[in-house]
């Protein structure tokens, strides 16, 4: 690890406010602190509205909300950390890339080659700042494996997140990231520091109940959309 204050961070959590999400921004925060985060960056589905209903509460509390969004690219899921507005949805995930980091954003991939979870394909990752090669949302370490070895050899900054979308779940796993001396933890500091690649990865996985109960939910839930 890097010398200085190391904070840990859940990088991929999601509100009400994603199709698929069980927590208010409340829930969220009180989960966070309970379970001893420093910061959450919220990433719901193609929608930056709970990242900012999140970070609005936090002024009060002892917890950075940095602002997010996990993006439908054409290539996959892809998590734009510290932007303000949503990317445009269905572009290229390396033209999404470079929109993120152009903004002062970090750009990683989650839960890469998950094709039932539209994991990016090894070929559709270009122009990221970071691989998310623990992911909590998983029965099998299989997956997380084969992105840490992607990760790796690709000299890609390695992150660890819970997935969470109920509170219950938030933090399982997360991100450690290293701040240089005498730096506050701010929105901006953690974020300049993970496209730095000051990072590791700390948790678990979620059981094999949460799992089959969250990939029955999802798919009874984008079922009902397609009826719409």
């Not at 970070?55 to 439908?72: F, H, K, M, T």
């Not at 090669?133 to 992607?150: D, E, I, L, P």
């Not at 997140?161 to 240089?180: C, F, I, M, N, Y």
Request: glycine share 8%; net charge positive; aromatic share 4%.
């Amino acid at each position: 690890m890097i010398d200085g204050r190391t904070v840990r961070v859940d990088p991929h959590v999601h509100t009400e406010a994603s199709y698929d999400g069980h927590s208010s921004p409340e829930d969220l925060l009180a989960a966070a602190s309970q379970v001893g985060l420093d910061a959450v960056v919220v990433t719901d589905h193609d929608s930056v509205s709970g990242a900012h209903a999140a970070a609005a509460l936090a002024s009060d509390r002892n917890i950075v909300v940095i602002i997010g969004c996990e993006v439908s690219t054409a290539d996959g899921h892809l998590l734009a950390i510290g932007v303000d507005d949503r990317p445009d949805p269905h572009r290229s995930l390396a033209a999404t890339a470079r929109w993120i980091r152009d903004r002062g954003g970090v750009a990683v991939v989650p839960h890469p080659f998950q094709r039932l979870r539209h994991g990016a394909s090894r070929d559709g990752i270009a122009a990221v700042d970071g691989i998310e090669v623990y992911n909590a949302h998983t029965v099998s370490n299989v997956r997380n494996a084969q992105a840490r070895r992607f990760a790796a050899r690709r000299g890609y900054a390695h992150f660890g997140g819970s997935d969470a979308h109920r509170p219950r779940t938030v933090g399982l796993a997360a991100t450690e990231v290293s701040l240089p001396p005498r730096t506050p933890a701010t929105a901006e500091s953690i974020v300049r520091a993970m496209r730095n690649g000051r990072t590791t990865t700390v948790g678990g996985r979620t059981s094999t109940w949460q799992y089959v109960t969250k990939l029955f939910t999802t798919a009874r839930l984008r079922a009902a959309a397609l009826r719409r």
